[in-house]
């Protein structure tokens, strides 16, 4: 305990506007969802507070753009070593205030840093072109220049993360930043900025502001009219709400929304695999995750062997404390997403599901659900519609491609897919139907640094990560040259 004490005091708890830290008029608690108490308060921003982050970022901007990529790229490199280096005390610090288990706090971080590592290295790949015009009179120049000031949101289930894939690719483009991190969990952003500062990022360039209030700070510094961008990691109704202010000032927006992912297994998939990558796909953070497997569809012949091998896996899940040694998934991360998994589960029984294992709150302080295993879920279901965002597996059993192409998409999300089968032909064409903006195929885990993440249809607008993912950040400006 004195270990957790001492990662709670070391991290800062102040606002970090201009390079500096600054005190709010306020604070607000910070609580440990294993045990429902406080960790430690932290600045409650005012949207003064807020406006005077932007103000460092607009402040900083000019000289931010004109530093040199190899600069930019090394300031990255340098936070990806010190992350990499520190990796115990930040995946302690993430683990008690969002309830994960230290080892996935430690894959989290070790993710993170990932993606500082590759806009390290997209920083010196900026390109651009150079064309005779089709009339041979004139020649275009082509450049990318960083957008400007970006507005950055994160939410709580990825604290590390979520950020890291907005920072990583913004530094490297030469933009300058104010983010807000969820106030579920602000302390791990917080940590990245005093890693960041460390590792020689210049002030102004990435401002942070903590707030119980996100719509009363963040939205006057959307139609404020300087910033130009806005990336958001949330859920689509509140990314509607954004897209809704920022179109007051045309901001170039990314938006990174909603899952309901679904997961096929068709009879002939090896079953080993699918169970281990449904276990993979579901319980990742605990089923906290945009990305989760939602929906599980399984072809009726297989139906019965795939429920018991999944209700084995997940019956033997240790629930408790992330930091206690052997435990599998830890708490939900509030009451209130604790309740909205119990509603779901009890919605799905009282029509006609069955729960193989788990099904109701686990007892204890904090707020834990137990690892469930729904069978015989209908499709009328409210879990079929809603992200569950917890540890619960709903089996739906179907019998031909087609059908299970067509619940697949019955959604209005289109973030990831899953599919598992041995069959080539069926694989691709199972993938070109399904409307999502990735598939796992025969694999549980689609994100990847290098790899261009993101959805269609409602799930959200841009990519994030991979060779594209710098874009988002990045103005196209073209020159026309006379030639006499």
């Known amino acids: 305990m004195s270990r957790e004490r001492e990662v709670v005091e070391a991290c800062p708890t102040e606002l970090f506007i201009g390079g500096k830290w600054v005190a709010a008029s306020g604070t607000f608690a910070v609580e440990d969802p294993a045990t429902g108490t406080a960790l430690c308060e932290v600045a409650d921003a005012s949207p003064a507070d807020g406006m005077a982050a932007l103000d460092a970022a607009v402040a900083a901007q000019a000289d931010w753009a004109a530093t040199a990529p190899r600069e930019r790229g090394e300031i990255l490199r340098r936070t990806y070593e010190l992350m990499t280096e520190r990796a115990d005390d930040l995946a302690l610090l993430m683990t008690l205030e969002m309830g994960k288990p230290v080892a996935e706090s430690k894959g989290e971080i070790a993710y993170a840093a990932e993606f500082f590592r590759w806009f390290a290295e997209e920083a010196v ?23 400007g000031p970006c507005l950055l949101i994160t939410p709580w289930n990825f604290p590390a993360a979520m950020g890291a894939r907005k920072i990583g690719p913004a530094v490297a483009a030469g933009c300058t930043m104010v983010i807000k991190p969820a106030a579920q969990t602000p302390l791990s952003m917080l940590k990245l900025a005093e890693l960041m500062t460390e590792a020689g990022l210049p002030a102004g360039v990435l401002n942070v502001v903590t707030t119980h209030d996100a719509g009363g700070v963040m939205e006057p510094l959307i139609r404020d009219g300087r910033a130009r961008k806005l990336s958001f990691t949330g859920s689509t109704p509140v990314g509607r709400k954004l897209l809704e202010q920022a179109s007051e000032q045309v901001l170039r927006t990314s938006m990174e929304l909603g899952g309901n992912a679904p997961l096929l297994v068709f009879e002939d998939a090896d079953l080993d695999k699918a ?40 019956s ?169």
């Open 125 to 147: 790949r900026i390109d651009g072109g150079y064309q005779i015009a089709p009339n041979g009179a004139s020649r275009f120049l082509v450049m990318r220049q960083p957008v």
């Open 275 to 314: 169970v281990e990558g449904a276990m993979l796909a579901k319980m990742r953070n605990g089923g906290e995750a945009c990305t989760a497997a939602n929906r599980i569809y399984v072809q009726s012949s297989v139906m019965a062997e795939f429920a018991t091998r999944l209700t084995e896996r997940m």
């Open 316 to 484: 033997a899940l240790k629930v408790g404390r992330g930091t206690e040694a052997g435990v599998d998934v830890g708490p939900l991360i509030d009451s209130k997403q604790r309740d909205k998994v119990a509603d779901l589960v009890a919605d799905a029984i009282a029509q006609g599901a069955r729960a193989l294992t788990g099904g109701s709150v686990a007892e204890g302080n904090g707020y834990f659900f137990q690892p469930t295993v729904l069978a015989d879920v209908p499709t009328t279901a409210r879990l079929q519609k809603e992200e569950i965002f917890g540890p619960v597996a709903p089996l739906t059993a179907f019998d031909t491609e087609d059908e299970a192409v067509r619940m697949a998409n019955d959604t209005e999300f289109g973030l990831v897919s899953y599919l598992f089968t041995k069959d080539l032909s069926r694989a691709l064409r199972v993938s070109e139907r399904l409307e999502a903006g990735m598939i796992g195929l025969n694999q549980g885990i689609v994100s990847n640094p290098a790899a261009p993440f993101g959805g269609v249809k409602q799930s959200g607008l841009g990519r994030e990560g991979g060779t594209i993912g710098i874009d988002e950040y990045l103005d196209v400006k073209y020159v026309a040259v006379n030639v006499d």
